[in-house]
């Protein structure tokens, strides 16, 4: 279920969508710090969001005509079931992000000005270091 939601969906909208895509468009992709950490109580859940970070880097590669190949993952610290304690004390600011303290880097992706940053990842951690 967990790759049906995270992966199919992602991969299968993005697929129908690029073709309908203008000049410039941009598809931004959400990721977890649990692409890179994977959190073993979350094996499948960090597995996909590892597998949306590599569809996204390797989508960004690829040659589309027409629209700008430029997908970003976002890679935010998200709360996660089953961590209880250690999730809340994980970051700086020992708390999950809400939606708000997200939007500025999702505005900055769309931006057309932005259309150099394409294929990365952009850390939107609370302070929890992401190399």
Request: hydrophobic share 30%; proline share 15%; no cysteine.
């Given at each position: 279920m967990t790759f049906e939601v995270n992966i199919h969906a992602m991969f299968y909208l993005t697929k129908a969508a690029?073709?309908?895509m203008k000049p410039s468009s941009v598809v931004i992709n959400t990721a977890s710090v649990n692409s890179d950490m994977p959190n073993p109580i979350l094996l499948a859940?960090?597995?996909t969001k590892g597998a949306i970070q590599n569809?996204?880097?390797g989508l960004a590669r690829a040659k589309r005509?027409?629209?700008?190949?430029d997908l970003?993952?976002?890679?935010?610290?998200d709360n996660a079931r089953g961590c209880g304690q250690e999730f809340r004390q994980a970051g700086a600011l020992q708390r999950a992000g809400q939606?708000?303290?997200l939007a500025t880097a999702y505005v900055m992706l769309a931006d057309p000005a932005s259309s150099y940053t394409s294929g990365t990842t952009v850390a939107v951690t609370g302070?929890?270091?992401f190399i």
């Open positions: 690029v073709p309908h859940y960090a597995t569809f996204t880097g005509s027409g629209a700008r190949p970003d993952a976002i890679n935010s610290f939606p708000a303290e302070g929890k270091p």
